[in-house]
Structures are given as C-alpha cells and as structure tokens.
C-alpha cells in the first residue's frame, strides 16, 4: 500500500480532528444578545430537533452550522449567530440524527450500492468480503470523486476446509482456506499486507486454525470477527479476542441445556464437498432448533455478562435470518434495484425453499424467527453492546432500505427506538474506533447526518422518512435523493456485467 493511501485511510478513521475544506466567511453576523459566534460557516441547519442518541433525548429548535466536513458549532437557535452570505436550511418541524452505519453489508455495484446507502443515510458500512475493486471504491470516496459511504473494509473470508464456499452459487471471489495454525497465521498476515482493516472468519475453521488467527492477529495489531466456529464455543472465541460476532452464530449452543450432547453433533457433522453450504446447511439447522428450543435463562446470563465484560459486539443481522426462516417477496416493490440475473437467482432460491419445506418446518421456522428476537432482547437487557447490520448481498436485502428494516426488527424485539437508534449511531463509531468523529451530532464531529420529517424516538420507522442527507457536510437534497434512487434502478435495468457477485454470508438455505 503507498503512504499517499495510509495516510487517506488514517484521515478515515479520524486520527485528524483538522476542519477541513469550506471558504472562510467572515462577513457580519446575524446573532443575538450573547450569541455564540462562530467565525466560519458553509451551511447553517436552523431551529431542527438535534436527536442526542448517547441520551435518547431530543434538544428542540438547535441550529447546527457545518464548515467544509465538520459540525463547526451546535446550540439553541437563539443563541447561534450566522454569518451572512451562508446557505441556510430551516429545518422547522424536522428531526436531525447522525448518519446510519451499517456494519454487515456484502457490496457489488457501485452503481446500485453506493447511491441507495447514501439515499437512505447509510454513510458508514463495514465490508464484510473486502476485494480489490471495493478498495478502489474507497479511494474514490475518499478522493471526493465518487460519492459513497465511508468504507472500513475486512479480508476475503477465511474458511476450514472443505469450505463452505464452492458451490456454483455466484461468488464474488474463492475463500481463503486454511487448515493449520501456521496457515492461520499466514493468512492474517498476508491480508493485512494487502489492506484489510480487520481479518473476518468463518465457519469451517478448525481449532487449530482459529488459535493461529487469534494469535496472529493480536501480534499484528488486527482485529478479527465473523462468524464464530463451529468447533469452537463462544466463550474460547471471547477469551481469544474475536472483535464481532455476527448472526447470533454459536449463541444457541452455549446456552442449550443440552450443550454437551449438541457439541458432539456439531463435530461429528461431516460435509458433502460437492455441495458444502447446502449439506453443512441442513445439519446445523436441525441443531439450530434443537438448542433455541432448550435455552436455559441461567446458562444464558452466565454468557451474556462475559460478552458484557468484553465488550464484545454482537450484530444480529435479524433482516438476513428473517428472510433465511420467512424467504423474501419477489413482488418487494425494491426489487427495481436488483438486475434481473439477481432478482432470478433469489427467485429460485425462494421457491426452492418453499417447495422444500414442510407445513411443520414452516411453523417451526417462524417460532425460531421468534426465538431470536428474544434472545436478542434477552442480551440486549443483559448489556450485551448491539450493532445494526444486515447482511446485504443476501437474498431479498437491498442495500440502505434493509438498515431501516434492521431498526424496526430490533424494536419489535424489545429494544426501545432509542436503543436501537443507538445500534447503527453510537456503537458502531465505538465499535469501530470512530468515536471521535462519527456517532453524535456534536461539534467537531464529521457532518455526516441525516434530516428526517418525523421523531424517530416517537416510532423507529420514521428513519425511513428521509428529508434530506448531508455526507461531509454536502447537503443532499430530498429532489438529489431521488435522482440517487432513480440511477440505481435505472443501473439495475441494464447489463450487471461490471459488477461484483452480490452474495452474502448465508446465500441459501433450507
């Protein structure tokens, strides 16, 4: 990597506080009797609802002024002057919070991807497969000559053997695979020597492997997260010092009143090397059901208040299960923003599914759907840290649209709009590192928000009732947003040969 491209990608995660770009204005000020008085302004956001999602309180009629990329200053209307000759938005009756993160996304187009976040006030994913052209992506965003999301980018998945991954679904690159602790830690090295922010891992991995990557990786000063082993519980992967852990993976095995007798099926679960993810797939599922349906509220607090004590987060991706145990509707009117290709393989995928299940799997797939919603409020109260993220690349998920859907799925688990709030602000710019400029709409904090027309507090499904978006302090109006939304459907209609394979972590399944 050159230096020109460490020292952007530093300038990413915020180890500059600097104000950047803007003109100086310095021309007299419109202000009141003991006004603050800001000496530069590009834009001034007027008498908005600054949501406080560190509080889960709202501050009525504040003013925010922006300068190049930053939130200059922040106060009550009354008590913010404005230098004149700046662009001022009045944002009477509307509610302002940070831009939304979405920590688990599967990226492929950068014609469709890339405009619907931003459209619906993604302005942070965390890439969950990084490839060389979703780095490209980033300089580009970086550089200020393709407009995106900011990107924290992980490895190519690395997988045991077989892996899970070589079937002849649509794949946007081979696994790594690796069998021995010395291939482990090879890995971690080789891709962090090629840019990764984090190594991800995956399902197959064997013991040995594991350590080596853990091992590797506090060496190298990487962090690693994904999907937890089969082989290896939750509490070793904890203790070894696994960053993530996504879709709930491992949790129904540690807090099984029948952990011993699971365990031993889980290692004696042999694959199918022809057809890995589908026979893998339909084993572990049967001891899916088994373990929700033996959860033990003991055993289960014993686990949550480790995972508190590490602070380890815990992304549930409830969008991607939800679709794995109710497939999605190909009559979703979103489907505009799939390329046909896409949209056929989900098609078959979906009847394939529907065709395969019996009335009893039907019912039983809906009460696990249940079964992980109260798992995720039973850790959520316990004060397991919860992130937002979706697993978009997965079938009938769309990029942006489906972090909206997240939220609400959290709520109807139990967590309250503020919490949830929280899970795609706050704690991802914790989880990340990006505390010091992402996260809150505070001053000296990236102008990276979103203006909705209705109190997101009030009902979390008012995140989708976005008034405007504002990405490094560039306003993006509601006439811009839908010029966005258009060009990706408008992508999605023609050739997707340029674009990367959309595929997720969980692909299929039965």
Known sequence: MSQGKSLSRRAFLGASATVAGGAVL?????????????????????????????????????????????????????????????????????????????????????NIDLPM???????????????????????????????GPRYVIGSPIIDGSPTLWNDSAPRPAAPIVVTTEAQGRAAVRAVKRDGADFVKVYSRLSRSAFNGIAAE???????????????????????????????????????????????????AIRIDPKDAYESWFEQIGRLEW?????????????????????????????TMLQRLDTPGDPGDPRMKYVPAETAAYWQIWSDTVNQGRTAEQIAQHRV???????????????????????????????????????LALLVQAGLSPAHALRAATYEPA??????????????????DLVVLDAD?????????????????????????????????????SGSAAAAVARCGCHAHAH
Request: include cysteine; charged fraction near 20%.
């Open 117 to 147: 976040h931003i459209a619906n006030g993604v302005t942070t994913v965390r890439e969950m497969w990084g490839l060389p052209t979703i780095h490209e992506w980033r300089q580009k965003i970086e550089a200020g000559t393709l407009l």
């Open 290 to 318: 088994e373990a929700a349906t033996s959860y033990q509220p003991d055993k289960a607090s014993r686990l949550f208040s480790l995972l508190r004590r590490n602070e380890v987060r815990q992304v549930p991706t409830l």
């Open 26 to 110: 310095t021309g007299p000020l419109t202000r009141s009797a003991g006004a603050s008085t800001p000496d530069r302004a590009d834009l001034a956001l007027t008498h908005v609802t600054v949501i406080d999602v560190k509080s889960g309180r709202s501050q009525h009629d504040m003013t925010v002024l922006v300068a190049g990329d930053r939130i200059r200053a922040i106060g009550r209307s009354a008590d913010i002057g404005i230098p004149t000759h700046v662009k001022t938005v009045d944002l009477t009756g509307k509610y302002l919070i940070p831009g939304l993160c979405d920590v688990h996304v599967h990226s492929s187009d950068q």
């Open 456 to 492: 997101p507090l009030a009902d979390i499904r008012n995140t989708h009732r976005i008034h405007a978006v504002l990405v490094g302090g560039r306003l993006i109006s509601s006439a811009e947003r839908a010029q966005l939304l258009a060009g990706a459907a408008k992508a999605a």
């Open 368 to 406: 696990l759907f249940e079964l992980r919603q109260q798992l995720v409020n039973a850790m959520s109260r316990a004060g397991v840290p919860i992130v937002a993220g979706t697993d978009t690349g997965t079938t009938y998920l769309f990029p942006g649209f489906s972090l909206h859907d997240e």
């Open 217 to 267: 990786a506090r060496r190298q000063r990487i962090r690693f997260g994904g999907h937890v082993p089969d082989i290896v519980p939750v509490e070793d992967a904890v203790r070894a010092g696994m960053w993530s852990f996504e879709h709930l993976d491992g949790l129904w095995w540690s807090t099984s009143d029948r952990e011993s007798t699971l365990r031993r099926q889980i290692a």
């Open 430 to 447: 914790r989880f990340l590192g990006l505390e010091h400029s992402q996260g809150t709409v505070s001053k000296g904090k990236l102008a």
